[in-house]
């Protein structure tokens, strides 16, 4: 993928009905939204305006959370189209799905369930892109997820099977650098070494957000704010990189808009972003 | 036999408590059960129980974070039991598609019904708060519900953070949403009985 093609967004939310109403007071302040497409595949009549409306002030960028890109039984082509005709609808830069599974065999299993980091795997994954890529023009770019779990009978290390499918799927990354940090610390291995794996060229887009303390482990909760260890990690990758945006990824316990903004004031010092940008480049929405 | 297999014995002892007390203790003839190949019974078998069992707790915590999300008022009157009742009623029903914390929420409004232990003026709020919910779906609504308790009053209490178990009397709801409408109509009358001189 040649993401210097892409526009650079700046730093952005992940857009959630909590501060939907502070949200539209602040519109200079978040450079752009980054949707759960799967809140906007039926449309009710106030959904429909939500998203006129979200769409009229911030650059979407839509994140799906649902598609189980690593199923092996292939895509549920039904969802697919949806999620296409709304794509279409929002016509943005990007979009992103994760690299996991979330269904087999008619169970679904309700969140995101990591891979066995196969060659057979690999394969399945790129022909369920190439699918995906039939439907949607939109460029893909790939999520790495947190993982409770390892899956025996692993060939290969995540990032190398990361890079693998990100440079033969000529999708981009949206690297979660929160979900490095946290599977660092419950894996017990180096994020830095993980990181230079990758091809940092690829990547267009960071996540960032906190987890809390289960026991002995790391939750990926998107609960806390922003700990020094990601901070730390924004600026090393942001050294390497070709950034086109940041979403900041608060799902639980959100605070009251400011303290998210300030968070986001603080990523664009780390990514030396100097200015907002969505305003001048806005899609049109159809 | 290969990955799809695994991936559905994997997605099955993800959600399904007694298949991985079983398997952790026997994974060989767990894969067996499934059908799996001698190969694939031998990828799995080194899965770790504790792993799995706390990301099968992971994805029933989940749930749970969304349903509570959807059936608020019901959550602050039940208290614990919310939590402790879902977590059962979890291993008897999964949810899927797009909006599965819906379903989710609708299928636990229903097993709390059944439920002998609850008191029925909890019974008749899960049920209110569930009718709620169902009107913000894509479609025309039109419902009348009588509940043997006064409705009103345990909303008013529900905000003050007081409720009492005193809710004898009768309320009727009625929900009305037409096709394209944004915002349903609801209307929800209660009345106390008066006492026989």
């Not at chain 1, 070494?193 to 267009?204: E, G, H, I, R, T």
């Amino acid at each position: 993928m040649d993401v210097s093609a892409l526009p650079k967004l700046g730093v952005g939310l992940g857009f959630r009905d909590q501060f939907r109403g502070e949200l539209f007071l602040n519109v200079a302040k978040v450079d752009f939204l980054e949707i759960i497409s799967d809140h906007y595949l039926d449309l009710t009549p106030f959904k429909m305006r939500e998203l006129m409306e979200l769409a009229a002030s911030f650059t979407l960028v839509p994140h799906g959370i649902n598609l189980s890109l690593g199923s092996a039984e292939g895509l549920d082509l039904k969802y697919l189209e949806r999620l296409a005709a709304l794509i279409d609808k929002i016509n943005p830069p990007w979009w992103s799905e994760h690299i996991c599974f979330t269904q087999a065999g008619g169970v679904d299993i309700g969140h995101l369930s990591p891979l066995p980091f196969t060659y057979e795997m690999l394969e399945v994954l790129l022909e369920n892109i190439a699918t995906v890529q039939r439907y949607i023009k939109t460029p893909l770019i790939l999520e790495n997820i947190t993982y409770m779990l390892t899956i025996p009978g692993a060939e290969m290390n995540e990032a190398e099977f990361i890079s693998q499918l990100v440079r033969r799927s000529g999708c981009g990354l949206l690297l979660d650098i929160t979900n490095l940090y946290i599977n660092s610390v419950n894996h017990g291995y180096d994020m830095m070494s993980w990181l230079a794996q990758l091809p940092l060229d690829q990547v267009v887009q960071l996540h960032f957000v906190g987890g809390h303390w289960h026991s002995d482990m790391l939750i990926d909760s998107h609960a806390q704010a922003t700990p020094p260890e990601v901070w730390e990690l924004m600026a090393e990758v942001a050294q390497h990189t070709q950034l086109r945006g940041a979403i900041l990824e608060r799902d639980e316990n959100i605070p009251a808009l400011p303290v998210l903004l300030a968070e986001l004031a603080q990523a664009r010092q780390v990514i030396g972003y100097t200015a907002t940008t969505s305003s001048t480049s806005l899609p049109e929405v159809s | 036999m290969g990955l799809k297999e695994v991936q559905e014995t994997l997605a099955t002892l993800y959600t399904n408590s007694s298949l991985r007390a079983e398997f952790a203790a026997n994974p060989q003839a767990v894969g067996a059960k499934l059908g799996l190949s001698s190969k694939d019974i031998a990828q799995l078998a080194p899965l770790a129980a504790k792993q799995l069992e706390n990301f099968a707790n992971s994805l029933k915590a989940k749930r749970l974070n969304e349903v509570s999300k959807q059936l608020t008022l019901s959550e602050q009157a039940l208290g614990k039991q919310f939590a402790e009742l879902f977590l059962v009623f979890a291993d008897t029903y999964l949810p899927h598609g797009i909006k599965k914390h819906y379903h989710d929420a609708q299928a636990f409004a229903q097993y709390l019904q059944q439920v002998p232990t609850l008191t029925p003026w909890l019974k008749d709020l899960v049920c209110y708060e569930a009718l709620n919910l169902q009107t913000n779906e894509n479609k025309p609504f039109l419902r009348v519900k009588f509940f043997n308790c006064l409705i009103q009053p345990i909303l008013r209490d529900l905000h003050n953070k007081q409720l009492s178990n005193n809710y004898r009397g009768m309320s009727i709801g009625v929900w009305l949403k037409w096709p394209g409408q944004e915002q349903p109509r609801h209307w929800l009358l209660s009345f106390t009985q008066k006492k026989k001189r």
